[in-house]
C-alpha cells in the first residue's frame, strides 16, 4: 500500500446563505493515507489559504466521533463510505489513490446552507425543546437506586441515547425524515421509568415539532438506520409510532 | 489586592452545610428581576444555566458550537465519581475526599474537595431522576467499576460514554428552560471580552459567528464555565474549538489566574501519525489493567521496527523491556498517570521508541489474551480496539497497540474562592476553566463530578448570595463600558486582518505547541523554561507582524475565529512557563528535574511550595505579578506518593 496519495475533490462552495452555491474543483497531493479525512480537509485549506483562496468552512470539533458535529456528504453518502462512524473517523486509506471524492453538505429544507458545507441544524434543538426532558428540577430527588431498572431496558435505553445529533439521518433520507432522530429520543424516555409521566404528552408534542420544522414524511425505507453513524435501531421508530398513536387516541 | 479564599469556619465536614445556611436567598418574587450570563454548555455551564432557570433567574446561556449538546464534556469516556458505598466496599465521602486531596497531590484546598465529595451523591440522584441511562446490573441497580487504580468501585458510567450522557442529562434540563423561556440560548456565539462597571463584572462582549457581528450583552452577574485550556499545546485530546480566550479576557480585566502550569498528560492516547495530524484521541485507562508496556531493550531493535524491517510479535521476550513492570515492581502498568507518562517519554527520549515516528510504547495485550481467552478480552475492550483499528488500521488482537502521551486536562484556571467567584465580584468560574478542586493532578472520573457539582449544587447557592447585594437596576448595553469594549474588540480584529503577512494561523499554533510540549511539558528545568519564554516572546511578536488571515469580518470565517484564540494561548503559554518557573518542586503529573530523589522520583516541598499560585495581570508588557494562598492541611496528613 503506497503511503501518500493523491485526490481530485469535487467541493460544494457557497459563500452564505443568500447566494447560490456551486461546485469548484482542487487537487490535493501527498495526503498521508493515516491522515482522517479532516485533516485532508485541513491540507488544502492551508494551501488555498495561502494562494489566497478563502477556506472551505465545514463544522468540526471533537474529531472523535461524539460531538455530532461534522457533517458532510462524501461521494452520495452522509458521512462517508464506512459504516458506523461519522466524518471525523473516515480514514484516507479508505479512498483509492488517483480518485475523485465529491463533498456536499447535508440537503435538507429544515437544515438550511450557512456557508459552504455548513448546515443549520437548529431545528434539532428545538424538537428537543418541545418534550426530550423529563421535568425535574435541580435537588429534592429520590436516591438513584430507588427505582430498579431492569437491566434489558436500561441497556435499550442507552442503544437509543447514544444518538449524536448529528443529521446523517435527514440528510440520507429522500424524504429529507428526522424519525430517526426524534425516535431516539422518544424511544430513550419511553423504556424508563422516569419518562413514564410525561410520556404521551412527549410523543405528541415532539412529533409535532418535528412536523413544523418542515422535515418530511417517513416511508420506512431504512436509508436513515443505514447511514447513521451510532448504528440507531429502526426498531425506535416503531416504538415511536406507537407511542405516538397510543397518545393520540387516548389524549 | 489579599487573596480570601473565603472557606468557612468550623469543622471540614459541617463547613457546607453550615455555609449554606449564612448564605443570604434573593427573595423568590424578586429572581426574575435578576439576569444572568454563562458563557459555556459544558456539565459545568450547562446544568449551571438549567438550574438558574428553575429558580427563576433570566439566563442568558453561550456557546461556540451550534447546539448546546456539542460542548466538549461529551467526549468524556470514562466514568463519575460518586461516594455512595453502593458496593459496600468502605467507600464514604471522607474517602472520596482523602482520595482525591491525596491524588492532587496536595495542592488543593480540603474544604472544597470535600464539599465536592459531599454534593457527588447528589449529582447521580440528579442525572438518575433526568432519565441518563447508567450502565446496571441485573438486579436492575447502578453498576460501578473501579477507575484510575481506586480501591474502591466508585464509578458509575454509561457505557464509554458517561460524558455524552451526562451532558445530554445537562442538555435536557437546559432545553427545557429553553422552552420556559427562562433561558435564551446564543449558540455559534463567541465570548471576546467580559465588561467591568463599578468594579463588578456587568457583562460580555460577543461576536456572532455567523454575521461576524460584535455585540453587548448586560447582566446582574457572569458565569464563565469555557473548559479547559489544554489546545495551547496544539496537540491534545481537547476539541478543535477549546480555547482558553474567555478565561484569558477576564485575566486580563483583573481575574487571577490559579497555577496556570498544571497540566495533566494522559498515557494512553493514540500516537501522532505525523505532521499532518490535528488532534489526539484518548484511549480509556482501563486498558493498562490488562495490557503490559514494553519497549525493545536495544537501540538497534527498535530501529527496526520503525523501519518495518521486524515485527513487534517477532521481538523475543528477552529483548522486551516491561519498564514499568521492571522499575514499579508492586504497581506495575497500573502506576499513576503522571509516571506512566513520564517513563513513556523517558524511554523515546533515549531512542528505544517505537512506530513510524519513533514517539510511541507498547501496550499488548498477547499475554492477557493467552491466559483469559480472546472472548474475555473483547468483552472488556472490544470496542476500543475496534476504535483504535479504526484510527490506525492495525489489530490489536494480533499486534501490540501503540501508545503515546497527550495533554488532557488542565488543572489550572481561574482562581475562585470557595463560592467560585473569582477576584472581580460578579465574576465566577466553574468546571474545567476554574482552578479549584484537583490540586497539581486530577484523579480519573472526577472533573465529570466536579463540572456537575459546581453547577447543579454549588452556584445556585453561592450566586444567590452575591446577587442580593446587587442593586435590581439593569445596565444599559450602551453604557460607555460595553462601548469600548466592543471597539477594543473591533480595533483587534481589523489589526489581525490586516497584518496580511505569510505564514498560516495553524503554523504559529504548532510553533506554540512544540515549545510548550518540550519545555513546559511533563518534565521541566529552569534552564529550558527559560529559553521557553524567550521563544514565545519571539513568536508571538512574529505573529502580529507576519499571520495571514483571509476573508473578512462579516461571514463565518474560521481562520480569523482561530486567529483570536490563538493570539490569547500565545500570551497563556507564557504565563504558564513563569508559573513552571516559580514552582521549583516536582508534584502532581510535573516533574521538575531539579527536585527529584536519588531514584530519579518526583520530589515535593511542602515547606516552599504549599501554596496555590495566583497570577495577576499587570498591563501589557508588564510581568505579571504571582500573589500565594497558603494551603492548610488540618485533616489529612502530607505524604510523598512512592509507587516503587
Ligand atoms: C477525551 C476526554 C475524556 C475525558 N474523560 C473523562 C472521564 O472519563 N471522567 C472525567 O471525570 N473527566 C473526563 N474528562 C475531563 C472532562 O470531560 C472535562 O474536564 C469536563 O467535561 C469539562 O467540562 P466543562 O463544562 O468545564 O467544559 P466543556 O465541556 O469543555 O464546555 C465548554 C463550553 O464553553 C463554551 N465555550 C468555550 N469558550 C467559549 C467562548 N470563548 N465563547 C463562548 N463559549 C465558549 C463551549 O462552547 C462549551 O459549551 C475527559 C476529557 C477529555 C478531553
Ligand atoms: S439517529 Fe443517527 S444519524 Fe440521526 S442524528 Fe442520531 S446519530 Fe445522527
Ligand atoms: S467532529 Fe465531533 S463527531 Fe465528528
Known amino acids: 500500500m503506497e503511503k501518500v496519495r493523491n485526490y481530485t475533490l469535487k467541493i460544494w462552495r457557497q459563500p452564505n446563505a443568500q447566494s447560490k452555491g456551486e461546485f ?44 455530532g458535529m461534522c457533517s458532510l456528504f462524501i461521494n452520495g453518502r452522509p ?99 428526522a424519525m430517526l432522530f426524534v425516535s431516539a429520543k422518544v424511544s430513550q424516555l419511553a423504556l424508563l421509568p422516569q419518562g413514564q409521566v410525561e410520556r404521551k404528552k412527549r410523543a405528541l408534542a415532539m412529533v409535532d415539532q418535528m412536523d413544523k420544522e418542515g422535515f418530511g414524511s417517513c416511508t420506512n425505507t431504512g436509508a436513515c438506520e443505514a447511514e447513521c453513524p451510532k448504528g440507531i435501531d429502526l426498531s425506535n421508530i416503531a416504538r415511536m409510532n406507537r407511542e405516538y398513536f397510543t397518545a393520540s387516541l387516548t389524549s | 489586592m489579599s487573596l480570601d479564599s473565603k472557606i468557612p469556619e468550623g469543622p471540614l465536614a459541617e463547613k457546607w452545610t453550615k455555609h449554606q445556611f449564612n448564605l443570604k436567598l434573593v427573595n423568590p418574587a424578586n429572581k ?38 456539542r460542548a466538549h464534556s461529551i467526549a468524556a469516556q470514562g466514568g463519575i465519581n460518586a461516594a455512595k458505598n453502593y458496593k459496600n466496599d468502605g467507600d464514604s465521602v471522607f474517602r472520596l475526599f482523602y482520595d482525591t486531596v491525596k491524588g492532587g497531590d496536595y495542592r488543593s484546598r480540603e474544604a472544597n474537595v470535600h464539599r465536592l465529595s459531599e454534593v457527588s451523591n447528589n449529582i447521580i440522584d440528579q442525572c438518575v431522576a433526568q432519565g441518563v441511562p447508567f450502565a446496571r446490573e441485573y438486579g436492575g441497580l447502578l453498576d460501578n467499576r473501579s477507575f484510575g487504580g481506586a480501591q474502591v468501585s466508585r464509578t458509575f458510567y454509561a457505557r464509554g460514554q458517561t460524558g455524552q450522557q451526562l451532558l445530554l442529562g445537562a442538555y435536557s434540563a437546559l432545553s427545557r428552560q429553553i422552552a420556559a423561556g427562562k433561558v435564551t440560548m446564543f449558540t455559534r456565539t463567541e465570548m471576546l471580552d467580559v465588561v467591568i462597571i463599578d468594579g463588578k463584572a456587568r457583562g460580555i462582549v460577543t461576536r456572532n459567528m455567523v454575521t461576524g457581528k460584535i455585540e453587548s450583552h448586560s447582566a446582574h452577574a457572569v458565569v464563565l464555565a469555557t473548559g479547559g485550556y489544554g489546545n495551547v499545546f496544539f496537540l491534545s485530546t481537547n476539541a478543535m474549538g477549546c480555547n482558553a480566550s474567555a478565561a484569558w479576557r ?23 501519525h505525523g505532521d499532518q495530524q490535528s488532534k ?37 521476550e528477552e529483548d522486551r523491556d516491561y519498564y514499568l513492570e521492571r522499575i514499579y515492581p508492586s504497581f506495575g502498568n497500573l502506576v499513576p498517570r503522571d509516571v506512566a507518562s513520564r517513563n513513556a517519554k523517558n524511554v523515546c527520549d533515549e531512542g528505544r521508541g517505537v512506530g513510524e515516528t519513533g514517539l510511541a510504547v507498547f501496550l499488548d495485550f498477547r499475554d492477557a489474551i ?67 478542586d484537583h490540586g497539581a493532578n486530577r484523579l480519573g472520573a ?44 473591533k480595533d483587534r480584529i481589523h489589526k489581525l486582518l490586516n497584518i496580511k503577512g505569510t505564514k498560516t494561523v495553524d503554523h504559529f499554533h504548532k510553533e506554540l505547541g512544540k515549545i510548550m510540549w518540550e519545555k513546559c511539558g511533563m518534565a521541566r528545568n529552569e534552564k529550558r ?59 502532581g503529573g510535573h516533574f521538575r528535574e531539579e527536585s527529584q530523589t536519588e531514584e530519579g522520583e518526583a520530589k515535593r516541598d511542602d515547606e516552599n511550595f504549599s501554596y496555590v499560585s495566583a497570577w495577576e495581570f499587570k498591563g501589557e508588557g508588564a510581568p505579571a505579578k504571582l500573589n500565594k494562598e497558603a494551603l492548610v492541611f488540618e485533616n489529612v496528613k502530607l505524604t510523598q506518593r512512592s509507587y516503587k
Open chain 2, 446 to 489: 472526577s472533573a465529570l463530578m466536579q463540572g456537575l457539582a459546581d453547577g447543579y449544587f454549588v452556584l445556585p447557592y453561592t450566586i444567590g448570595d452575591y446577587l442580593t447585594g446587587v442593586p435590581i437596576k439593569k445596565i444599559d448595553t450602551d453604557h460607555e463600558a460595553f462601548t469600548e469594549a466592543e471597539q477594543v474588540i
Open chain 1, 24 to 67: 469548484k474543483t482542487y487537487e490535493v497531493k501527498n495526503i498521508s493515507t493515516g491522515s482522517s479525512f479532516l485533516e485532508m480537509l485541513d491540507i488544502l485549506n492551508e494551501e488555498i489559504s495561502e494562494a489566497g483562496e478563502d477556506p472551505v468552512h465545514f463544522d468540526h470539533d471533537c474529531r472523535e466521533g461524539i460531538c
Open chain 1, 79 to 177: 458521512h462517508g463510505p464506512e459504516e458506523e462512524i461519522t466524518v471525523c473517523q473516515l480514514h484516507m486509506r479508505t479512498f483509492p489513490n488517483n480518485t475523485t471524492i465529491t463533498i456536499e453538505p447535508w440537503r435538507a429544507k429544515a437544515f438550511p446552507v450557512i456557508k459552504d458545507l455548513i448546515v443549520d441544524r437548529s431545528a434539532f434543538d428545538r424538537i428537543i425543546q418541545s418534550g426530550g426532558f423529563v421535568s425535574v428540577n435541580t435537588g429534592s430527588v429520590p436516591d438513584g437506586n430507588a427505582i430498579p431498572i431492569p437491566k434489558q431496558n436500561a441497556d435499550l435505553a442507552m442503544d437509543a441515547a447514544a444518538c449524536i445529533g448529528c443529521g446523517a439521518c435527514v440528510a440520507a433520507c429522500k424524504n429529507a425524515s
Open chain 2, 529 to 587: 523554561l527559560k529559553e521557553a519564554k524567550v521563544e514565545i516572546q519571539q513568536l508571538r511578536e512574529e505573529y502580529w507582524k507576519d499571520v495571514k488571515i483571509l476573508g473578512v469580518n462579516e461571514e463565518l470565517n474560521m481562520t480569523l475565529e482561530k486567529a483570536m484564540r490563538v493570539a490569547d494561548f500565545m500570551e497563556l503559554g507564557e504565563l504558564m512557563v513563569d508559573d513552571a518557573l516559580d514552582r521549583k518542586e516536582s508534584c
Open chain 2, 280 to 316: 489526539l484521541t484518548l484511549m480509556s485507562e482501563s486498558l493498562r489493567n490488562d495490557g503490559r508496556v514494553w519497549v525493545p531493550k536495544e537501540l538497534s531493535v527498535s530501529e527496526k521496527l520503525r523501519r518495518g524491517e521486524l515485527k513487534p510479535k517477532d521481538v523475543a
Open chain 2, 370 to 436: 493467552a491466559r483469559d481467552g480472546e472472548d474475555t478480552i473483547r468483552a472488556k475492550y472490544g470496542n476500543l480496539f475496534q476504535m483504535y483499528e479504526k484510527i490506525t488500521a492495525d489489530n490489536p488482537y494480533k499486534t501490540p497497540m501503540m501508545i503515546y502521551p497527550a495533554v488532557h486536562y488542565t488543572m489550572g484556571g481561574l482562581w475562585v474562592d470557595y463560592n467560585l467567584q473569582t477576584t472581580i465580584p460578579g465574576l465566577f468560574a466553574a468546571g474545567e476553566c476554574n482552578f479549584s
Open chain 2, 250 to 272: 477576564a485575566y486580563k480585566k483583573g481575574a487571577f489566574f490559579g497555577n496556570p502550569c498544571y497540566t495533566q498528560i494522559h498515557p494512553t492516547c493514540i500516537p501522532v
Open chain 2, 32 to 69: 426574575r428581576k435578576y439576569d444572568i450570563i454563562v458563557v459555556g454548555t459544558g456539565l459545568a455551564g450547562g446544568s449551571a444555566a438549567a438550574s438558574f432557570g428553575e429558580l427563576g433567574y433570566n439566563v442568558k446561556s453561550f456557546c461556540y458550537q451550534d447546539s448546546p449538546r
